[in-house]
Structures are given as C-alpha cells and as structure tokens.
C-alpha cells in the first residue's frame, strides 16, 4: 500500500502497529484531505463519510464539501446521513442556486425516506429553507450547528 502515512513510516519496524485500525482512521483522514475530486474512489468509504461531515462543521460555507459528503452518502447507501447532509447544503445555499439545488435534489431524492423527500420538495419549491426543521436534524451539522460523530 503507498500512502503518505506509509511513506513516511516506511523505515519503522512496527508492522503490526501500522495494519491497527487507528493506523487506517489516519490513513482516511490524508485520503479525505488529498481528494481533488468530487466522488471518492478508495477503500476508507466510511471513515471518509466522517472527515468530510466535520470538514462541513468546521467550513459550512465550501461547497465542495457539502457535495463530496451529500454523493458519500449516496454511495454508502446511509438515508439518515443524507438527509442530514442535503438539509445542511440547503440551509447554507438558502435561496442561492436554485438549479444546484434541484439538480442534486433530483440526483439522490430516490435513495431518501418518503418524509424527507416530500418535506426536501417543499423546501427547494417553496424557497424556504425553515421548513426543512419539520425533519429531524440529528446527522445535520449546520442545521443543528453541532456534530455528532457516528463511526
């Protein structure tokens, strides 16, 4: 495996300490750090899902950021997550790029619960990012304003 972490911990005789989980939980973190593309291609799916819901929490207003962790989502198959994290890019946007919007909403409205999708629909339709409080905020970070760690 060629990485940062292991190129640079390469001379180290601590082989079983480097295959340990927390070698991998960094291991992500370079991975989620170094992506320059939208869609993640790698084996750290989860723990990248984690890096970039904080990397929203720590900068709400990067739109990379809320796209990479909306298609995460998406790809991991995680409804709660995805919610959370459309109701997060909407609640920033407010009423800026309606095409954005829709686009994505249309993109992953299908993997979403009956709920969320209506309740989503409304908000985008309506332009009212208020009423996407009607949805639990829990794996919302902006919208709820705390994160809440779910590895």
């Not at 994290?85 to 919007?101: C, E, H, S, V, Y």
């Not at 332009?127 to 705390?146: F, K, Y």
Request: charged fraction near 25%.
């Amino acid at each position: 495996m060629t990485s940062q972490i292991w190129a640079a911990l390469s001379d180290w005789e601590l082989d079983a300490e480097l295959n340990s989980d927390k070698t991998q939980r960094i291991q992500a973190a370079f991975e989620a750090l170094s992506q320059d593309n939208l869609i993640y291609r790698g084996v750290q799916s989860e723990r990248n899902l984690y890096h970039y819901t904080r990397f929203v929490a720590g900068n709400p207003h990067s739109l990379k950021n809320h796209v990479r962790r909306i298609y995460m989502a998406t790809a991991l198959g995680k409804r709660d997550e995805l919610a959370g994290a459309l109701m997060d890019l909407l609640w920033i946007l407010d009423k800026k790029g309606p095409t954005l919007r829709k686009r994505i909403f249309e993109q992953v409205s299908a993997m979403l619960s009956p709920r969320a999708r209506k309740v989503i629909s409304r908000a985008i339709e309506a332009d009212d990012r208020r009423m996407l409080l009607e949805l639990p905020v829990d794996r919302a970070v902006v919208v709820n304003g705390q994160f809440l760690p779910v590895i």
